[in-house]
């Protein structure tokens, strides 16, 4: 299977505290790009990292990425209840196909 | 902002019978559509590219005539699950390309499937 993998698969932190999830994939990429899923519902973009850039940031998220060990991580500061999600990567190479990681589910407790 | 929507959102059917699921981008028009499937607690598995006013590329262990996809403008495209079983009861979801890049994929809410 070319779906990458992310850790933890499950986390849970108290509100203020910060996020880290972390994606592995196994192909070359052109790009990475982190969604965010409420239970039930469709996906919502957060952020996108080219392959040719090692850090970016969006508000609260810091997305790093290192093509070397094929692998980046999304990290949510100060985190809030609302942030309670699961979190997805996805990636594309040269095609118009996204391969999505198999997700975190993050947890945030007020 | 982007907008794609489905319908119906949720649906429940009985095995045997055919269920159609509707994606539509509705401020832009979109020359490629996607639909994945999710199973509960697990990732979007992509299932096929529905390109409009072609056939539908299917992805591996995908079977077409299972899942009939129809794109037949650009800004509508439609899976059909015939014959339904209990094991395609799934969430389904389509996202939609409005021709910018490959970068650029705005999701549905989703269409949660039970097939009794």
């Known amino acids: 299977s070319q779906q990458g993998e992310e850790d933890p698969q499950a986390l849970s932190i108290q509100e203020g505290e910060n996020a880290t999830m972390n994606c592995s994939y196994k192909?070359?990429?052109?790009?990475l790009q982190w969604y965010r899923q409420n239970s039930g519902r469709g996906l919502v973009h957060l952020i996108l990292?080219?392959?040719?850039?090692r850090e970016k940031h969006s508000g609260r998220l810091r997305v790093t990425l290192d093509t070397s060990k094929k692998s980046s991580s999304l990290l949510i500061t100060a985190s809030r209840a609302a942030d309670t999600a699961s979190y997805f990567c996805?990636?594309?190479?040269?095609?118009?196909?996204?391969?999505f990681g198999t997700g975190t589910r993050l947890q945030v407790f007020p | 902002g982007a907008v794609v929507s489905q319908h119906p959102s949720r649906v429940i059917c009985k095995s045997g019978t055919s269920v159609k699921i509707e994606c539509r981008s509705l401020?832009?028009?979109?020359?490629?559509m996607f639909w994945y499937r999710q199973f509960p607690k697990k990732s979007l598995m992509l299932m096929a590219t529905?390109?409009?006013?072609?056939?539908?590329?299917?992805e591996q262990g995908v079977e077409k005539d299972k899942f009939l996809i129809n794109h037949a403008s650009l800004t509508l495209s439609t899976l059909t699950v015939t014959s339904a079983h209990p094991e395609d009861s799934s969430f389904y979801i389509c996202?939609?390309?409005?021709?910018?890049?490959?970068?650029?994929?705005?999701f549905g809410p989703g269409t949660r499937l039970t097939v009794l």
């Open positions: 996805a990636t594309s190479y040269n095609t118009d196909k996204l391969i």
């Open positions: 192909t070359s990429i052109n790009n």
């Open positions: 990292i080219r392959s040719n850039e």
């Open positions: 401020d832009f028009q979109a020359t490629t």
């Open positions: 529905s390109n409009e006013g072609s056939k539908a590329t299917y």
């Open positions: 996202s939609a390309q409005p021709g910018l890049g490959p970068d650029t994929q705005y």
